[in-house]
């Protein structure tokens, strides 16, 4: 999200009113001075998998939930069993989407393979738990913490040094699962994937964000960006498939001519 700032309105001033113009940019920044700002929803800020973080207290009283207050209550009561089981359903079907799109079948002809399972165990073993303890801790130090700099510093961490974490985990969860079995395949699929990837984050993050706070109401953020992470980790996952079976594709046809030289 790019907030252009004035040279007019960011002066060294001490008064009362500057003060409260930066509060105010900051919370708009940030999403307020609640949980529900941008570390509320904002993990990586792709994710493959986008964080599944509990709302504020206030939001599962809340009656407009309707069909999502049993989720919101449960996301509530037990956030890490909740994140887990969301995450590994969703990177499930994932899979599965970005095969079909891909066009990726496995060794019988169908696009479901031993890789969905797998990868609906990444999902709730591996990347719930790390955005719930990366996130947890980002939280934990920025407590408290409501200045303007505060929340500029929380968006810039979050952006320079979580992501990054959970997008190579990713990456490299998804390298072993296609079949990487060596420290340089798996090097290689993170060094061809890691930019791409944080480029979707930084892109798709800040928009979503801005889009909830601008249309939705606070108690739909967390299925929204369920909903947004999905999409955004299913793009990705197709365009890696399709990375990989170019890249197969490309070495058959390698050998194909040095077996027509070999062989003519």
Not at 107 to 121: A, D, E, Q, T, V
Not at 134 to 147: D, P, V, W, Y
């Amino acid at each position: 999200m790019s907030v252009k700032f004035q040279e007019e309105t960011v002066r060294a001033v001490t008064g009362g009113k500057s003060e409260d113009l930066a509060h105010r940019v900051g919370e708009r920044l940030t999403g307020g001075k609640t949980q529900t700002g941008y570390l509320a929803v904002c993990s990586s800020p792709l994710l493959p998998s986008f964080p599944l973080l509990s709302p504020p207290d206030r939001t599962a009283a809340d009656p407009r939930n309707g069909s999502t207050q049993a989720y919101l209550r449960q996301l509530q009561k037990n956030p890490l069993r909740t994140k887990m089981l969301t995450s590994g359903v969703l990177s499930g079907v994932q899979e599965l989407l970005a095969s079909w799109i891909a066009h990726d079948v496995g060794k019988h002809g169908h696009y479901f393979s031993s890789r969905i399972p797998k990868m609906s165990l990444y999902g709730m073993f591996i990347s719930a738990p790390l955005g719930h303890v990366l996130i947890g801790i980002l939280q934990k130090i920025f407590a408290g913490r409501t200045s303007l700099k505060a929340k500029i510093l929380q968006i810039l961490v979050s952006n320079l040094i979580v992501s990054p974490i959970q997008n190579s985990v990713y990456l490299t969860s998804m390298a072993v699962i296609a079949g990487a079995r060596t420290i340089h395949q798996v090097r290689a699929t993170v060094r061809a994937g890691f930019m791409p990837v944080m480029k979707v984050s930084w892109i798709t993050s800040p928009l979503a964000l801005a889009f909830a706070q601008k249309f939705l109401p606070e108690h739909t953020w967390v299925p929204f960006f369920n909903i947004v992470g999905f999409f955004i980790g299913t793009y990705v996952n197709t365009h890696t498939k399709k990375k990989r079976l170019e890249a197969l594709r490309k070495r058959y046809d390698q050998r194909r001519d040095y077996e027509k030289r070999d062989y003519p």
